[in-house]
C-alpha cells in the first residue's frame, strides 16, 4: 500500500478542502475525507488506471456529499460555539474572501457544490453533470440561480 500512501500524503489536503468547500463545516468535511480514502483505499488493487485517481477521488468524495443530502438526519440544526450577531441575510460584503464564502455556504447543497467545483476546482460543466450525475443543462440552471442569488445579497456597486 505504499502507493496509497504516498498518493493519500500528496492529495489529502486537496481533497481537504474541497470537502470543506463543500459541506462548510470542518467536522462534515473531515468526516466527509475520511469516508471516501475508506472507500478509495477498498478499491485501490482493483483501480486500473492510476493516472485518474484523483478524479476517481474526487467522485467518490462528490458522491458521498451527495449522499448526505438526502438523509433525514442531515436536516438538524448545527451546533456552533457562539450565535451570530446577525442573520446570514443580513451580512453585508465587505471585500473579505469569508463573506462571499459565507454566501456560498447558505446556497442549496446542489448549488454550492456547482459553484465550488466551476469556480474553485475549475471543471467544465459536463464534468460537472458527469460528477453530479445531473445533466448540463441542469449544471447551468443550478449555476445561474446560485450567481443569481449571490448577485442579490452582495451591495450595489456605487458609480
Request: glycine fraction near 2%.
Amino acid at each position: 500500500m505504499t502507493d496509497f500512501e504516498s498518493w493519500l500524503a500528496a492529495r489529502e489536503p486537496a481533497l481537504q478542502r474541497l470537502a470543506l468547500l463543500l459541506t462548510h463545516d470542518e467536522h462534515a468535511a473531515q468526516d466527509l475525507v475520511q469516508t471516501s480514502l475508506a472507500k478509495l483505499y477498498l478499491a485501490w488493487d482493483r483501480l486500473d488506471d492510476r493516472d485518474n485517481v484523483d478524479a476517481y477521488a474526487r467522485r467518490i468524495l462528490v458522491n458521498e456529499h451527495r449522499t448526505a443530502w438526502r438523509r433525514p438526519w442531515r436536516r438538524r440544526e448545527v451546533v456552533t460555539a457562539s450565535p451570530p450577531d446577525v442573520a446570514r441575510s443580513e451580512i453585508e460584503y465587505d471585500g473579505s474572501r469569508e463573506a462571499v464564502w459565507e454566501f456560498v455556504a447558505s446556497l442549496p447543497p446542489r448549488q454550492r457544490a456547482v459553484i465550488v467545483l466551476r469556480y474553485y476546482e475549475q471543471l467544465t460543466e459536463s464534468e460537472i453533470a458527469d460528477l453530479l450525475g445531473i445533466s448540463v443543462g441542469t449544471v447551468k440552471s443550478q449555476s445561474s440561480r446560485a450567481i443569481a442569488a449571490l448577485r442579490t445579497r452582495l451591495p450595489q456597486e456605487q458609480p
